[in-house]
């Protein structure tokens, strides 16, 4: 199989605080894992895209210092939204490519952010 | 810059009415077409991956087919079960996505 999960699956926190989530590959190894926003009805847009020991490469318009992105290992990337505002609440996935180079991306469950 | 257009943007079935989905896409280097099956709240689910025009991948009631200017999805005698929003996508220098069709399938 090609397992990630994400953790937690819901999250409700203070604006101004900072949010860490967990992404994991869970039964292969990944170089590349990926991180995504999805507004309600709508499709997948992808924030950034994370190496294992190097830095994350964002797209245009998505704000690094304030999602920040550690891809530590091969099988853990971290996004932390750091002094979250509402603007922030969204549904965010990450995904995760295997080693052997295919391109198919596996996603995880996705986090439901919520910012009061 | 790389484009998916799904349609329809919703389709309500029968049970056991076969239809099928498209996805037209333009792409600079065509890397992969992806179909994914989402269900409310939760991340996508892998389907298919297709590389070249002409290829075709089978699925219990699924089957994805790929010219170069347009995939279909095809379903064939869908169940309640089936009822999601698939997405379609096409990895050029990144993976973009279509806006989805949704599915519902009465029984």
């Known amino acids: 199989g090609a397992v990630v999960s994400q953790h937690p699956s819901r999250v409700i926190c203070k604006s101004g605080t900072s949010v860490k989530i967990e992404c994991r590959s869970l039964?292969?190894?990944?170089?590349?894992m990926f991180w995504y926003r999805q507004f309600p009805k709508k499709s997948l847009m992808l924030m950034a895209t994370?190496?294992?020991?190097?830095?994350?490469?964002?797209e245009q318009g998505v704000e690094k210092d304030k999602f920040l992105i550690n891809h530590a290992s091969l099988t853990l990337s971290t996004l932390t939204v750091t002094s979250a505002h509402p603007e922030d609440s969204s549904f965010y996935i990450c995904?995760?490519?295997?080693?052997?180079?295919?391109?198919?991306?596996?996603f995880g469950p996705g986090t439901r952010l919520l910012v009061l | 810059e790389d484009q998916v257009t799904q349609s329809p943007e919703a389709l309500r079935l029968q049970e056991g009415e076969s239809s099928s989905l498209n996805c037209s896409y333009t792409?600079?280097?065509?890397?992969?077409l992806f179909w994914y099956r989402q269900d409310p709240g939760k991340g996508p689910e892998f389907l298919f991956t297709?590389?070249?025009a002409g290829e075709e991948k089978e699925k219990e009631r699924l089957k994805a087919t790929l010219t170069k200017k347009e995939s279909f999805l095809h379903i064939t005698a869908p169940k309640p079960e089936d009822s999601a929003t698939y997405l379609c996508?096409?990895?050029?220098?990144?993976?973009?996505f279509g806006a989805g069709t949704i599915l519902r399938v009465k029984s």
């Open positions: 995904s995760a490519r295997r080693l052997s180079g295919q391109e198919t991306q596996y």
């Open positions: 039964d292969f190894q990944a170089t590349t």
């Open positions: 994370s190496n294992e020991g190097s830095k994350a490469t964002y």
């Open positions: 792409v600079s280097g065509l890397r992969g």
């Open positions: 297709l590389y070249s």
């Open positions: 996508a096409v990895r050029g220098n990144k993976l973009v």
